[in-house]
């Protein structure tokens, strides 16, 4: 049993993610993925696209199995909506598969209308020890309004079921919803305060810390830099660039009772969205992991879409940047945009990086360029499912890639990874494996 003791009051400074430490960014060997190409077989579905992906676990963040299924849950959209509209009606649904390879659609995890927010982005869920499932989502939106608008509040979907039969499994409601988290305003910037491109306060992740029995909740948010302020010299276009890595604490550890923590790690100056937070602890060390793309990055920092990475003694700890930059892991030069949203978790000696295969075949166009494609050809450069799973290796605070497993491949701790092939003093299989 976890103990719940109730979490230490904060008042810790944020690690800062410093621009000294972002302007070493750069592609080397050890961070760079292989180029993805589309799946040979079925993409997870037909009739939606499919971008950021969770796991359902268990409290301790192990996998979870329910009747010999895993299950994920991702943001989806229409499979003919253009790609770029997709977050304008992101809806959560499960996918389950009893292989680990090859996921079924159980539909959305939500009836229509049930969730807050006009629609659902990113989160967490979590199989509790009595079966209860939660899943944790950002409200975007409001559910009632006329206009697509921007705010972000995090809510949880207690109450529910995982019920299987011969057809297969079922996340099974009612949910109550509630929601759990809103910006204060001084730790984590309010919409109305963001100075910034792109306002975030979202993506939730259930963490139990092993160390303590501690409960928190992740999320990304922004700094608050009131104009005027000296920070980065007083320099305001820098200040606008304020992301940071928020965090919650349960009290009790009733998954849906939280307080706000100051921030473990924040970017000011540095980078605007540290995106869809979360940690892989290993050897007593916390990894630290988020996604971020290379136009948040404040003006003079050249950044890459890549999965980047902090590590620290414990949860609260002094963290550092993996890597000396923080990059750990990103999409070639000639396929910048190939994966993007990074999920990372252990397995056995290796950490497993899941993502989405985005936008490929590009030849060079920017992001913005693919807006101005025919519609087919905006469809036809999406990707718009699972990525391979990507092989990390690590050692205090340095991470390799190491290779890659097939698309969507979600092995559990018991199933042994195919065997990698040396390379000098360290290992690597550019290829494919199962
Ligand atoms: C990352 C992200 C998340 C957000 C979602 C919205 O890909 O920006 O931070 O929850 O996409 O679609």
């Known amino acids: 049993m976890p103990i719940y003791e109730p979490a230490p009051d904060g008042g810790e400074a944020a690690a800062a993610w410093t621009r000294a430490q972002a302007e070493g960014l750069a592609r080397s060997d050890d961070v760079v993925a292989p180029v993805v190409y589309p799946p040979e077989s079925e993409p997870v579905s037909d009739d939606v696209h499919v971008w950021d992906t969770w796991l359902l676990r268990n409290r301790d963040g192990s996998v979870a199995t329910v009747d010999g299924y895993r299950v994920i849950l991702s943001l989806t959209a229409p499979a003919d909506m253009l790609p770029g509209k997709r977050h304008d009606v992101a809806t959560i649904r499960y996918f389950y598969s009893a292989d680990g390879t090859q996921w079924h659609d159980g539909g959305p995890v ?115 830099v009131p104009e005027g302020s000296d920070a980065c010299g007083g320099d305001a276009e820098r200040q606008a660039f304020n992301g940071s890595i928020g965090v919650a604490a349960s009290p009790t550890g009733d998954p849906t009772d939280w307080e706000l923590r100051p921030p473990l790690v924040d970017a000011v100056g540095v980078n605007q969205e540290l995106e869809r937070p979360h940690v892989v602890v290993r050897d007593g060390r916390y990894y630290l992991f988020f996604s971020s793309h290379d136009h948040t990055f404040a003006p003079g920092i050249d950044g890459f879409d890549g999965l980047y990475g902090f590590v620290a003694d414990s949860l609260r700890g002094d963290y550092r940047p993996l890597n000396d930059t923080g990059l750990v892991l990103t999409n070639p030069g000639n396929a910048p945009y190939q994966a993007y949203s990074w999920m990372a978790f252990p397995h056995g000696d290796e950490i497993l990086v899941q993502s989405f295969f985005n936008y490929y075949d590009l030849g060079g166009l920017s992001l913005d360029d693919v807006g101005h494609l025919a519609p087919e050809e905006q469809l036809r450069k999406f990707g718009g499912t699972l990525a391979p799973t990507a092989r990390l290796g690590y050692d205090g605070d340095r991470t390799w890639v190491r290779g890659t497993l097939a698309h969507g491949r979600i092995p559990l701790g018991s199933e042994e990874l195919p065997p990698l092939s040396p390379v000098g003093d360290r290992e690597s299989t550019r290829g494919y494996g199962r």
């Open 110 to 224: 939500f009836e229509d209308g049930a969730a807050f927010g006009a629609r659902q982005w990113a989160g967490s869920a979590l199989l509790d020890d009595d079966g209860t499932v939660y899943v944790y989502y950002t409200a975007a939106g409001h559910r009632d309004a006329e206009e697509l608008t921007y705010e972000q509040r995090i809510a949880v979907a207690g109450g529910g079921r995982v019920e299987t039969d011969a057809d297969g499994l079922r996340i099974a409601g009612p949910f109550d919803h509630e929601v759990i988290l809103e910006p204060d305003g001084e730790r984590y910037e309010r919409e109305a305060q963001s100075r910034g491109m792109i306002y975030t306060f979202r993506d939730p992740w259930f963490f139990e810390d092993p160390e303590t029995g501690r409960t928190y909740l992740l999320f990304e948010g922004n700094t608050p």
